[in-house]
């Protein structure tokens, strides 16, 4: 069964078919499905970023199958209920017990909103195609021909002009079942065949180009570390590393990690077990996550702009040229997807960095938060770019204001109610932390707080000092001793 596999999408096994997540290029339903209801989802992959539809499989991976009848309202159900028929390629597969499987692999549509005949639109977002509402539908058909530009085909290149390695490299993480590297390139839509002379796509390139900016040169990442708070030129000029990255964007990523990771400082933070660690000065997936983002769905139509990181003594920019693609706004950025370059989010997702179900953003804010560390502030600072701003609370954060502080003795902290450990643990991560802030994050009530921090004041032998000029001072605060 393990040889049984899609002749058009290589990578797809038949055991993938039947036990792989449903996700964002993936579903699966069975045969009972109403036409209707595949047209649905047809119109939500081919709105966002293509997949496939394999029908004839339950949720559980049992193999039902499809019969002649139900195949022939399948085929037709894209003519019967959208306005607008999107690429798309059929085929039938069977399990070797001849039962058989049909799957609809579906293309992103360039230009073309695919619409429902009574005018209704989806989108497929994560593992379900969600009904578009009227303003959502409008802010797709407005900035729906952005999404083209990765599909160009770029005329001076040639197969030659490929990274043979990478493309090794990217076989063997989909498995060796996935066919020839051209055969690959062409399933994902990275390659067009004219004859026998594959033509190479602007996607094709950024992913498998031996060097990008031959054809595009603002792919690329500029990294600048600054000295201080603010950009200073002239006598005052503060740039103290300067470093350019220009390579296929699997490795971009990669070497971009590198360098940002080699200039991260150590900071000490209280632990859950009352003991002082040192941890990153930001968390590793919120700046990486936001790097991912930049280069997954910049708009590389733009000429004279790239992707820019700015690292100051209190915060890191990350700046990326377009406006937020399509749906996505500054306000639903947790919980809203869509990819102006599907393409390219396709590959880099197979190699490991994109993520699916909006998990990536949701994280930053959460990881942010773990590090108590201000949220991340996402804005289009002049209407064409998207930033991202990590905030470092360095006055907190400092190793000379910490240094100070012991663990707290294991046979202590070991006797300390759940309660009161959090009580410290909060304080002592946390600049000025206030009878509210405790409130919020204990989910506690306001005389239970003000009872366990009396308990544990320094005055009772504990660790904790308040800090007020009056017992009612509305800016008391409390920190560790």
């Excluded at 100051?312 to 370059?341: A, C, M, W, Y």
């Excluded at 204001?401 to 909060?426: A, C, F, G, V």
């Amino acid at each position: 069964m393990a040889s049984i596999r899609s002749m058009i999408e290589p990578t797809l096994t038949l055991d993938k078919i039947r036990f792989q997540s449903e996700g964002q290029y993936f579903d699966r339903k069975s045969a009972r499905l109403e036409p209707r209801d595949l047209a649905h989802i047809i119109s939500a992959f081919a709105n966002a970023s293509g997949g496939v539809v394999a029908l004839g499989v339950e949720d559980d991976g049992e193999i039902s199958g499809v019969n002649t009848s139900q195949e022939n309202l399948f085929r037709k159900a894209a003519i019967d209920f959208l306005q607008y028929i999107p690429e798309q390629k059929i085929e039938i597969i069977d399990d070797g017990n001849n039962v058989r499987i049909l799957l609809i692999h579906i293309s992103p549509s360039v230009g073309e909103i695919i619409k429902c005949k009574n005018g209704d639109a989806y989108l497929r977002v994560g593992d379900s195609s969600r009904k578009l509402s009227v303003e959502q539908l409008m802010t797709l058909e407005y900035s729906k021909g952005v999404r083209s530009f990765e599909n160009r085909i770029i005329d001076d290149a040639t197969w030659e002009d490929l990274d043979e390695t990478l493309l090794e490299e990217y076989r063997s993480v989909l498995g060796p079942s996935v066919g020839t590297a051209q055969e690959l390139l062409i399933a994902r839509g990275l390659i067009k065949m004219q004859g026998n002379k594959p033509q190479i796509t602007v996607a094709g390139v950024l992913l498998f180009g031996k060097i990008p900016t031959k054809f595009l040169p603002t792919a690329r990442i500029r990294f600048l570390r600054y000295e201080g708070t603010s950009i200073e030129v002239g006598r005052n000029f503060n740039v103290v590393k300067d470093i350019t990255i220009e390579k296929p964007l699997h490795r971009l990523l990669s070497e971009a990690q590198q360098v940002l990771s080699s200039q991260m400082r150590e900071f000490q933070q209280l632990d859950r077990d009352g003991k002082f660690k040192k941890i990153p000065e930001y968390p590793e997936f919120a700046w990486l996550e936001g790097i991912v983002n930049a280069v997954t769905h910049r708009d590389y139509s733009i000429s004279g702009e790239y992707i820019r990181i700015s690292m100051f003594n209190d915060r890191i920019e990350i700046l990326s040229p377009g406006k937020l693609p399509n749906i996505v706004t500054v306000k639903n950025i947790q919980n809203t997807r869509f990819s102006r370059n599907p393409l390219l989010a396709r590959v880099l997702a197979d190699f490991g960095w994109v993520r699916e179900l909006n998990e990536g953003v949701k994280r930053i804010y959460t990881d942010m938060e773990s590090f108590f560390l201000e949220p991340p502030i996402f804005n289009e600072p002049n209407g064409n770019t998207v930033q991202l701003t990590l905030k470092n609370n360095i006055a907190m954060r400092s190793i000379r204001k910490l240094e100070s502080l012991q663990s707290i003795n294991p046979i202590t902290w070991s006797q300390l109610n759940p309660l009161d450990r959090d009580i410290i643990y909060y304080i002592a991560n946390m600049e000025e932390c206030s009878t509210a802030m405790l409130e919020r994050l204990t989910k506690k009530s306001r005389p239970t707080i003000i009872r366990h921090l009396k308990a544990l004041s320094v005055e009772n032998g504990g660790p904790i000092e308040e800090h007020s000029s009056s017992a009612h001072d509305p800016t008391k605060y409390y920190t560790i001793r």
